[in-house]
T-cell receptor, first 112, second 112 residues
Framework: KQEVTQIPAALSVPEGENLVLNCSFT??????LQWFRQDPGKGLTSLLL?????REQTSGRLNASLDKSSGRSTLYIAASQPGDSATYLC???????????FGKGTKLSVIP | DADVTQTPRNRITKTGKRIMLECSQT?????MYWYRQDPGLGLQLIYY???????NKGEISDGYSVSRQAQAKFSLSLESAIPNQTALYFC???????????FGPGTRLLVL
């Protein structure tokens, strides 16, 4: 059964700093991995999705990487802004499964 | 208008009561999902449906039931609510050809 872990649970950085959020998973036969953003009182918003055949995906200031052999994914946020403050969740879909397994999330605070 | 809507947004009920949470979508997606989120935990899948006649249990379906009334509507029922069902409930949709899931804003449920 796929397990997904995100460390740290919370992170606080000054505005303008580049930062990396980490996600690890136990099943290297992963089908894809997704990063979501969750704002208080709102649902999850998909940020990036990496297929198992891909190494990374980019969208604006966000870059997500996937290393199946080490069971790790990272979300890189460049030039952080206060508006980036939210909880970031990663979720993996195992090969042969229709289900996403979510991590517990990293709560990011960007201090002006 | 939001693509995925959930009603009610907040609900307080008592132990033993029957309660229904509703989800509607205008995205035209075949696949719909119900998740619950507990503080400090990742999202857990309750039920998912690939079309009106295809409904499947997720990892934590005990105590819950669902109904797919139409392609656009997927309801979650708690037949006899208990306090440990207090959580944030999310509905999500997905198109068959794409992996990205689109989430509703969530229903916050408190069972006393």
């Amino acid at each position: 059964k796929q397990e997904v872990t995100q460390i740290p649970a919370a992170l606080s950085v000054p505005e303008g700093e580049n930062l990396v959020l980490n996600c690890s998973f136990t099943d290297s036969a992963i089908y894809n991995l997704q990063w979501f953003r969750q704002d208080p009182g709102k649902g999850l918003t998909s940020l990036l999705l990496i297929q198992s055949s891909q190494r990374e995906q980019t969208s604006g200031r966000l870059n997500a990487s996937l290393d199946k052999s080490s069971g790790r994914s990272t979300l890189y946020i460049a030039a952080s802004q206060p508006g980036d403050s939210a909880t970031y969740l990663c979720a993996g879909r195992g090969a042969g499964s229709y289900q996403l397994t979510f991590g517990k999330g990293t709560k990011l605070s960007v201090i002006p | 208008d939001a693509d995925v809507t959930q009603t009610p947004r907040n609900r307080i009920t008592k132990t033993g009561k029957r309660i229904m949470l509703e989800c509607s979508q205008t995205k035209g997606h075949d696949r719909m999902y119900w998740y619950r989120q507990d503080p400090g935990l990742g999202l857990q899948l309750i039920y998912y449906s690939f079309d009106v006649k295809d409904i499947n249990k997720g990892e934590i379906s005990d105590g819950y039931s669902v109904s797919r009334q139409a392609q656009a509507k997927f309801s979650l029922s708690l037949e006899s609510a208990i306090p440990n069902q207090t959580a944030l409930y999310f509905c999500a949709t997905r198109a068959p050809a794409w992996e990205t899931q689109y989430f509703g804003p969530g229903t916050r449920l408190l069972v006393l």
